[in-house]
């Protein structure tokens, strides 16, 4: 469609007027501070200041300072000595093997053993878990608690079951069982468990063409491990083929179920 431009020439002083500075503008109201819902990002000095690592430290990195005091005194419960008591007329026995679940179903099958914990013990972290003694730096040995009738058992039967289960030669393995938690290890309660233990190992040496490293040392604290630890093998192991606990037994022993 054609438009004349005498229409279009004849509007330009309207639209002149309409459009001529100054504009005027409608008035909008004062801004306000804007209030996030989130939470203030904090300084950086304080978004990168990096915690404590107060764990690392009981493991011995990092700097002393005074609050490590609390990993001494961690040290120094689990440095101390097993004060739990066994039952009436029982006695204990602690002995360290490799893999802690094939000795106990030994000493399980021992006429006069009334009872049998796996635990941790001799390290210098109080209430290890089985992940902390697996770090290797925690000190700690995997152990049997043995509680016998002395009158039904002795403590050289024991001692017997201890040499007879593993190989006292290999320093911190027994198979392929690696770390210093496997060590070969008899922890004493009385000065006659340390008298039987020490001749029972010069017996044990002569029996053998390598040096037995067998430690023996006082029984330390006893950190009981976790439930599914206990009785490993007799409850099934990890593949459910529960093994005898009956006293007397002679089935071979498969360490790992």
Not at 46 to 67: D, E, Y
Not at 117 to 140: A, L, R
Not at 156 to 180: E, K, S
């Amino acid at each position: 469609m054609l438009v004349k431009t005498s229409s279009i020439t004849s509007s330009l002083p309207l639209l002149s007027s309409i459009f001529k500075p100054p504009f005027s503008l409608p008035k909008l109201p004062p801004l306000k501070p804007f209030k996030s819902a989130c939470t203030p990002i904090p300084r950086p000095s304080t978004l990168f200041a990096a915690p404590r690592m107060s764990w690392l430290n009981k493991f011995g990195f990092g700097l002393r300072s005074a609050s490590d005091s609390a990993v001494d005194s961690s040290s120094s419960i689990a440095q101390g000595p097993d004060e739990d008591t066994p039952s009436p007329g029982q006695e204990f026995a602690q002995f360290g093997s490799g893999c802690f679940w094939g000795p106990e179903l030994a000493y399980q099958r021992v006429s006069g053993v009334t009872k049998t914990e796996v635990g941790y013990t001799q390290g210098d972290v109080h209430n290890p878990t089985y992940e902390d003694v697996c770090t290797g730096t925690t000190k700690h040995s995997e152990v049997v608690r043995v509680q016998y009738d002395p009158k039904e058992c002795s403590y050289d039967t024991l001692l017997d079951v201890f040499w007879a289960r593993h190989d006292p030669t290999t320093l911190n393995r027994q198979g392929n069982d690696v770390g210093t938690q496997y060590r070969s290890g008899i922890y004493f309660y009385t000065p006659e468990q340390e008298k039987a233990a020490l001749e029972s190992r010069e017996r044990q040496q002569k029996l053998l063409n390598r040096k037995i490293i067998t430690e023996i040392l006082p029984a330390k604290k006893f950190y009981r491990a976790e439930e599914y630890h206990q009785q490993y093998l007799a409850k099934g192991g990890r593949f459910g083929f529960r093994q005898s606990s009956e006293k007397g037994c002679n089935d071979p022993i498969r360490c790992y179920g």
